[in-house]
């Protein structure tokens, strides 16, 4: 395992593959079990990883709770992010859902005894809930700081200009944001934002769902039929591009979603990788030894390239 620098102005050091806990638990009827996910935390923490993402909202708090089990002993060795915004509880009082921050109080003050731990050491809220100013969110963010029940804020699943804002009011240390080749729309504001900002970016959905690892596609070699066309169209797009995966993926002798995710840890930010068993695991992870030349990740980068739109494009044909 690799480790960098999370962004450029907090000193902390990071495995550049983050474990996401999301499926840890089974409380919504899917997922890892408590020994399933002991069996993937463990693996990850051999190979050197330090960097767990999770959130209030996973498996309602369960999630939580077998990474707070699994540190016990060895809390300092890890980096943990978690989120509140949607609540642990599955019908959670209207006072008690959202940004505000009394939900952030609440949400931090339940996450801490679950994680069985005094302090978190990445917050953000999971997603703008339209209504709460960015003023009162980064303001409660900071009393968290002072106190020291958080160490580092962050944001995920904000707009640039909000997410900008809060960030000249507050030190911000993180932005999480979907990224992958077939969703770099972040291009556009959000992790050019991040670079001004010194926020390291952790990316989520790096396999796209599933549907970067070839195996859900039309005909004989995937999974897609006739009856599921209208849940998942190969455009002309993602057909180049898994085309172009399946093809380095052979000279690899890896497969395509390994291709996948060696091209975004190329992309000088911290990608969430998820498994829902050991197996699953060990596969995906074999993905930091995978090497890509300058050549194929030029190759890729082409294929999944989009237009940065207004004011971008004019601004680079006023340049010349």
């Given at each position: 395992m690799k480790y960098k620098l999370f962004g450029s102005k907090t000193g902390l050091y990071a495995s550049e593959i983050i474990l996401g806990a999301a499926n840890f638990g089974t409380r919504k009827g899917y997922g890892a079990d408590q020994q399933e996910s002991e069996k993937i935390l463990k693996a990850y923490a051999e190979d050197g990883g330090n960097f767990i993402d999770i959130s209030d909202v996973y498996q309602f708090g369960e999630a939580e709770e077998i990474v707070g089990n699994f540190m016990q002993g060895q809390r300092s060795n890890f980096i943990i992010c978690s989120k509140y915004t949607r609540s642990s509880d599955p019908s959670p009082a209207i006072s008690n859902f959202g940004n505000n921050r009394k939900s952030m109080r609440l949400a931090v003050e339940k996450s801490l005894k679950r994680l069985k731990t005094d302090y978190i050491d990445i917050y953000m809220p999971h997603y703008d809930d339209w209504v709460t100013p960015f003023e009162e969110i980064a303001i409660g963010l900071q009393d968290l700081i002072r106190e020291g029940k958080i160490l580092y804020a962050g944001l995920t699943n904000f707009p640039a200009w909000k997410a900008s804002s809060i960030?000249?009011?507050?030190?911000?240390?993180?932005?999480?944001?979907?990224?992958?080749?077939?969703?770099?729309?972040?291009?556009?504001?959000?992790?050019?934002?991040?670079?001004?900002?010194?926020?390291?970016?952790?990316?989520?959905?790096?396999?796209?769902?599933?549907?970067?690892?070839?195996?859900?596609?039309?005909?004989?070699?995937?999974?897609?039929?006739?009856?599921?066309?209208?849940?998942?169209?190969?455009?002309?797009?993602?057909?180049?591009?898994?085309?172009?995966?399946?093809?380095?993926?052979?000279?690899?002798?890896?497969?395509?979603?390994?291709?996948t995710f060696a091209w975004t840890l190329s992309k000088n930010a911290f990608p969430l990788l998820g498994a829902r068993n050991i197996n699953q695991f060990g596969q995906s992870i074999k993905a930091a030894e995978i090497n890509l030349t300058a050549e194929e990740l030029a190759h890729l980068d082409a294929l999944s390239s989009i237009s940065l739109g207004y004011p971008h494009d004019l601004l680079n044909t006023v340049r010349g």
């Open positions: 960030a000249s009011l507050i030190k911000l240390s993180a932005l999480q944001v979907e990224y992958n080749l077939l969703q770099r729309t972040a291009d556009r504001e959000l992790i050019p934002m991040a670079k001004e900002f010194g926020l390291g970016v952790m990316i989520y959905s790096p396999l796209a769902g599933g549907l970067l690892t070839a195996k859900y596609r039309k005909g004989e070699a995937g999974r897609i039929s006739h009856s599921t066309d209208a849940e998942y169209s190969e455009d002309e797009k993602t057909k180049l591009i898994i085309d172009g995966l399946v093809a380095i993926a052979e000279k690899y002798e890896a497969t395509p979603g390994q291709i």
